[in-house]
């Protein structure tokens, strides 16, 4: 095969494209062997070392992704996530401040301080005492203390 350089062109180029539309570090090892390939055709080098070459070095170029790389872009994108007071409430006690009424979807409780909407499976009557058992959304699910 005298125009091996074609198909490593053609690799290259696909390999490329694949990585373009990805953006997520996955075929561009296999990019950078199939140019080398290419670059050994073009020099004159036997089909056997191009291909030899070509695996080494996409080998080669992905443990330097897996292991320099993709970590620094990883931790580049990484979204930072501010703790909120959110998780403190849970498993804590109130006191409801506005009547809850599962119907309705209407009820407030006051927890550490801090006023929330809150439901739950049953009417809860202003002034009686819950416990804080989840969250949906900003909403507080609590049960009634006996």
Avoid: Y
Wanted: charged share 20%; glycine share 8%; net charge neutral.
């Amino acid at each position: 095969m005298t125009n091996m350089w074609i198909l490593w062109l053609i690799l290259t180029i696909v390999f490329a494209v694949i990585e373009a539309l990805t953006l997520g570090l996955t075929t561009v090892w296999c990019a950078i062997g199939s140019a080398v390939a290419m670059v050994m055709d073009l020099c004159g080098a036997p089909v056997a070392a191009q291909l030899t070459v070509m695996v080494v070095v996409s080998i080669i170029c992905f443990v330097v992704c897996m292991i320099w790389i993709k970590p620094k872009l990883d931790e580049r994108h990484r979204v930072s996530v501010e703790p909120t007071n959110a998780d403190r409430v849970l498993g804590k006690e109130g006191l409801v401040t506005v009547t809850i009424n599962p119907i309705e979807g209407k009820g407030q409780v006051k927890v550490i301080g801090q006023t929330w909407s809150a439901k739950s499976d049953r009417q809860i009557e202003q002034g009686r005492k819950i416990r804080v058992t989840g969250m949906e959304g900003v909403k507080l699910i609590v049960e009634e203390i006996v």
